[in-house]
Nanobody, 120 residues
Framework: VQLQASGGGLVQPGGSLRLSCAAS????????MGWYRRAPGKQRELVAR???????NYADSVKGRFTISRDNAKNTVYLQMNSLKPEDTAVYYC???????????????WGQGTQVTVSS
C-alpha cells in the first residue's frame, strides 16, 4: 500500500492550495483518512480527518479556512486550504487506516509529506 501526496508549494498569505493524497495497492476498505502537519521546531499535529461515513473534525487553528473531503471511489483524500497564513507553513502528511484484505486487521499508513510554504 502506498499513499501519494501532491499539491504543496509556495503561496502568498491569503492564498489557497489544494492537497491530494491517493492510496493505492491492496486495499479492501478504508476507515479514516486525514492530514497532519509538522512545522519547523514543532511536533506533528492533526490538521483534519474524515471518517468513511463523512464525519469530519479539524484543528481549531484551521476551522473555517480548511476543508477536508474524500472520494471513496478513488481512495483519495483532499485538503482545500484557503486564507493561508504564514503559520500554516509546514510539511503536510496524509494518513489513513485501512484494511488490505477482507477479514484482516486495519493498518496505519503515512504518505511521504508535501511542503507548504506561506510567504510573501
Amino acid at each position: 500500500v502506498q499513499l501519494q501526496a501532491s499539491g504543496g508549494g509556495l503561496v502568498q498569505p491569503g492564498g489557497s492550495l489544494r492537497l491530494s493524497c491517493a492510496a493505492s495497492g491492496s486495499i479492501f476498505s478504508i476507515n479514516t483518512m486525514g492530514w497532519y502537519r509538522r512545522a519547523p521546531g514543532k511536533q506533528r499535529e492533526l490538521v483534519a480527518r474524515i471518517t468513511s461515513g463523512g464525519s469530519t473534525n479539524y484543528a481549531d487553528s484551521v476551522k473555517g479556512r480548511f476543508t477536508i473531503s474524500r472520494d471513496n471511489a478513488k481512495n483519495t483524500v483532499y485538503l482545500q486550504m484557503n486564507s493561508l497564513k504564514p503559520e500554516d507553513t509546514a510539511v503536510y502528511y496524509c494518513n489513513t487506516d485501512l484494511r488490505p484484505y477482507a477479514l484482516g486487521p486495519f493498518y496505519d499508513y503515512w504518505g511521504q509529506g508535501t511542503q507548504v510554504t506561506v510567504s510573501s
